[in-house]
Nanobody, 115 residues
Framework: QVQLVESGGGLVQAGGSLRLSCAAS????????MAWYRQAPGKQRELVAA???????NYADSVKGRFTISRDNAKNTVYLQMNSLKSEDTAVYYC?????????WGQGTQVTVSS
């Protein structure tokens, strides 16, 4: 079973950029649909961006044109490039992997955008 470890979070000024990484251990990473979610204080966890095993992507309307999800199956890693960050992007960001009956979460990484 895949295990996920996120990295790359931190504090950034509004308008800045960050790249999150999610490294997966285990087998058959390329078969997994991968996604990034986020959860801000007092709010529900929401989907930010997703990538199917075939490479198709979709984004939350709030991040379209600013965030890009990508995956490197050779490195068992999925990325989230975040540009033009806004204060409302502040949240804990979670990596998620899904395949048939598996639904796996990482521990999360904090992203804080100062205005």
């Amino acid at each position: 079973q895949v295990q996920l470890v996120e990295s790359g979070g931190g504090l950034v000024q509004a308008g800045g950029s960050l790249r999150l990484s999610c490294a997966a251990s285990g087998s058959f990473f390329s078969r997994y649909a991968m996604a990034w979610y986020r959860q801000a204080p007092g709010k529900q966890r929401e989907l930010v961006a997703a990538s199917t095993s075939g490479g198709s992507t979709n984004y939350a309307d709030s991040v379209k044109g600013r965030f890009t999800i990508s995956r490197d199956n050779a490195k068992n890693t999925v990325y989230l490039q975040m540009n033009s960050l806004k204060s409302e992007d502040t949240a804990v960001y979670y990596c998620n992997a899904r395949y048939i009956f598996s639904n796996i979460w990482g521990q999360g990484t904090q992203v804080t955008v100062s205005s």
